[in-house]
């Protein structure tokens, strides 16, 4: 079993829905979580953290981590064009310096 | 990006030369790290540094090496080209805890042809 599983999509979803992206990971050492997200042809930036369980909002974004179910997810709301990207989350046991990624879920939204 | 910057941006190079990309910070972060990053089997880490001179292999060392030697650059070098290394390579940088993760560059995207 991989410490890090996410579904690499694609996942097309009409404009102004709400987007649901999600991880499951086996190491419950895990504390810290992230969200990135990778443009086409552009480095990873960082979407959004959260340390262990809970939900954390900012702005259209919503990240949620069980860590009872070792599931993280990631909410879009109102989606637009513009968050047309891959999706790849992320996490750490914050003992280190050590970052495991999952491979990225791409995401189309459709005009 | 801010603070981090990947050169060159594109290389085409043959097989069996030698290459070295350049990732150059301004964080004065103390970790420094080579991804490369190939459809299907997303980022993986292939060398990394935690200071000058302080350096350990990744899951992908093989046919890789990296040098710092000043806290601001981290270069890594391809020995010999081989078309298995044609990738995206991804420089990314981390203050020391990983907690609110790290900071990636642009990219340097290599062809061995």
């Known amino acids: 079993q991989k410490e890090v599983e996410q579904d690499p999509g694609p996942l097309s979803v009409p404009e102004g829905a709400i987007v649901s992206l999600n991880c499951t990971y086996s190491?419950?050492?895990?504390?810290?979580f992230m969200w990135y997200r990778q443009y086409s042809r552009k480095g990873p930036e960082l979407l959004m953290y959260?340390?262990?369980?809970g939900n954390k909002e900012d702005g259209r974004f919503t990240a949620q981590v069980d860590k009872s179910s070792k599931y993280i997810s990631l909410f879009i709301r109102d989606s637009q064009p513009s968050d047309s990207a891959t999706y790849l989350c992320?996490?750490?046991?914050?003992?280190?310096?050590?970052?495991?990624f999952g491979k990225g879920t791409r995401l189309h939204i459709l005009p | 990006d801010a603070g981090i910057t990947q050169s060159p941006r594109h290389k085409v190079t043959e097989t069996g030369t030698p290459v070295t990309l350049r990732c150059h910070q301004t964080?004065?972060?103390?970790?420094m790290y080579w991804y490369r990053q190939d459809p299907g089997h997303g980022l993986r880490l292939i060398h990394y540094s935690y200071g000058v001179k302080d350096t350990d292999k990744g899951e992908v060392s093989d046919g890789y090496s990296v040098s710092r030697s000043k806290t601001e650059d981290f270069l890594l070098t391809l020995e010999s080209a081989t078309s298995s290394q044609t990738s995206v390579y991804f420089c990314?940088?981390?203050?020391?805890?990983?907690?609110?993760?790290?900071?990636f560059g642009s990219g340097t995207r290599l062809t061995v042809v």
């Open positions: 990314a940088i981390s203050p020391g805890t990983a907690r609110h993760g790290y900071t």
């Open positions: 992320a996490m750490s046991e914050g003992r280190d310096d050590k970052i495991i």
């Open positions: 959260t340390y262990s369980s």
């Open positions: 190491n419950s050492a895990f504390q810290y």
């Open positions: 964080e004065n972060h103390r970790y």
